[in-house]
T-cell receptor, first 116, second 113 residues
Framework: EAGVTQSPTHLIKTRGQQATLRCSPI?????VYWYQQALGLGLQFLLW???????NRGNFPPRFSGRQFPNYSSELNVNALELEDSALYLC???????????????FGPGTRLLVL | AQSVTQLGSHVSVSEGALVLLRCNYS??????LFWYVQYPNQGLQLLLK??????LVKGINDFEAEFKKSETSFHLTKPSAHMSDAAEYFC???????????FGKGTLLTVNP
């Protein structure tokens, strides 16, 4: 069974540009989570999507946004990129619909975003 | 609100020695606790999780962790370290209406030959 996949693996952008990161969950999983792993800041929760809806977001500005498609894949968009957005962005998925609290989140390999 | 504190950002052990990575949590609701491992340039892999079924949880690669409510701890242990265990380890908590994971800052484990 394929795990969580993310694309691209690496992304280089300049300040002010927009970045789009993609995630495909494990087959049968309906929840997708996004986390940012920045140097010195650890792993921070960004967004949670379930059944196409945004269910929760972390303490990030509105220029971080995303969506979940009918096939449960997800996209994270970061607008007006800033240098401090440079980080590893990890996507995770869980099941079933809505998930049970405590349901295991399975992580993808991440997209490393570098903002110059 | 929930939080996790991992004591020791860097732990170094000899091959064959006991591994002990410390995690303390704070949660106003019954917690679900997780240990993940991250190898260089990779995502996170689940080692084990606690969901109140048993206080001693066994995971992959001979890792285990014990939930101690009175100490609000969930320390990770392995009886004998292997070189392949060198990685960063993260403790995480969820619970209540909180589906997201709140992570500790991680502990980098170095295994010396």
């Amino acid at each position: 069974e394929a795990g969580v996949t993310q694309s691209p693996t690496h992304l280089i952008k300049t300040r002010g540009q927009q970045a789009t990161l993609r995630c495909s969950p494990i087959s049968g999983h309906t929840s997708v989570y996004w986390y940012q792993q920045a140097l010195g800041l650890g792993l921070q929760f960004l967004l949670w999507y379930d059944e196409g809806e945004e269910r929760n977001r972390g303490n990030f500005p509105p220029r971080f946004s995303g969506r979940q498609f009918p096939n449960y894949s997800s996209e994270l968009n970061v607008n007006a990129l800033e240098l401090e957005d440079s980080a590893l962005y990890l996507c995770a998925s869980s099941s079933p619909t809505g998930g049970e609290i405590g349901e295991t989140q399975y992580f993808g390999p991440g997209t490393r975003l570098l903002v110059l | 609100a929930q939080s996790v504190t991992q004591l020791g950002s860097h732990v170094s052990v000899s091959e064959g020695a006991l591994v002990l990575l410390r995690c303390n949590y704070s949660s106003s609701v019954p917690p679900y606790l997780f240990w993940y491992v991250q190898y260089p340039n990779q995502g996170l892999q689940l080692l084990l999780k606690y969901t109140s079924a048993a206080t001693l949880v066994k995971g992959i690669n001979d890792f285990e962790a014990e939930f101690k409510k009175s100490e609000t701890s969930f320390h990770l242990t392995k009886p004998s370290a292997h070189m392949s265990d060198a990685a960063e380890y993260f403790c995480a908590v969820s619970g209540g209406s909180n589906y997201k994971l709140t992570f500790g800052k991680g502990t980098l484990l170095t295994v010396n030959p």
